[in-house]
């Protein structure tokens, strides 16, 4: 597969399958009926898992972090024949494909019992977001640092929403020293939902940045 299509890929199976899932739980009463990015009334763990959709969402979780290596790797490739940034381009590969590697320690045990496996699963969703943020900041730097990427639409998009992301986490840690629960939960519960939402779609931005220089291998 070409670099577009597998960004692509990376950008629609999480949410097709996230919200199928949600869908799922919700169609069987496991998890209320709500909209999570406004209410926050369910966390994306909990609403896979709360059906049998977890097996779906295990699936293409693992599916997708593979994909996510390779997207990281062609990365690579691309900022360093292309743009001649080969410390940042190893910066970012690394970066990324320890987050993808999470991603799947955070899947494989979800659902599961015991404080072990708690423990897993929270630093695992916590270093799959970190380190892909951070890596998809250090990637948009590199295209704003080009004559040949800087100037496109899909770059531009891709600012507005890691200034998002930003803007999200400040509030977010604000509101986690401040809020008392139940509205601690519900804000950390919509925060994910649109961390989730952001960082997807910054995959499928790259793969239209990367469709409008012509990056095939």
């Known amino acids: 597969?070409?670099?577009?299509?597998?960004?692509?890929?990376?950008?629609?199976?999480?949410?097709v399958s996230i919200h199928g899932c949600w869908l799922w739980s919700s169609s069987q009463h496991m998890i209320p009926w709500c909209n999570p990015y406004w209410d926050g009334c369910v966390s994306i763990s909990k609403a896979?898992?709360?059906?049998?959709?977890?097996?779906l969402f295990r699936a293409s979780m693992i599916f997708t972090a593979g994909y996510m290596v390779i997207c990281w790797q062609m990365c690579r490739t691309f900022l360093i024949h292309r743009h001649n940034q080969a410390v940042t381009a190893w910066c970012?590969?690394?970066?990324?494909?320890?987050?993808?590697?999470?991603?799947?320690?955070?899947?494989?045990?979800l659902g599961?019992?015991?404080?072990?496996?708690?423990?897993?699963?929270?630093?695992?969703?916590?270093?799959?977001?970190?380190?892909?943020?951070?890596?998809?900041?250090?990637?948009?730097?590199?295209?704003m640092q080009n004559s040949e990427t800087r100037n496109l639409t899909p770059v531009r998009i891709m600012m507005l929403l890691l200034f998002a992301i930003l803007i999200i986490g400040l509030v977010s840690?604000?509101?986690?020293?401040?809020?008392?629960?139940?509205?601690?939960d519900q804000w950390e519960n919509t925060t994910e939902w649109w961390f989730a939402l952001i960082m997807t779609l910054n995959f499928g931005l790259l793969g239209w940045v990367w469709r409008k220089v012509g990056f095939r291998l």
Do not use: H, W
């Not at 597969?1 to 949410?15: N, R, S």
């Not at 404080?115 to 590199?142: E, K, N």
């Open 48 to 55: 896979v898992r709360s059906s049998d959709a977890i097996f």
């Open 92 to 109: 970012i590969a690394i970066l990324g494909t320890l987050g993808a590697l999470f991603l799947v320690l955070y899947a494989s045990y």
């Open 173 to 184: 840690l604000g509101a986690t020293l401040t809020l008392e629960n139940p509205a601690k």
């Open 1 to 15: 597969m070409q670099p577009v299509t597998i960004a692509i890929t990376i950008c629609l199976l999480p949410l």
């Open 112 to 143: 599961t019992e015991g404080q072990i496996y708690q423990l897993l699963r929270r630093y695992g969703v916590i270093v799959y977001f970190t380190f892909t943020a951070l890596a998809q900041m250090f990637l948009y730097r590199s295209l």
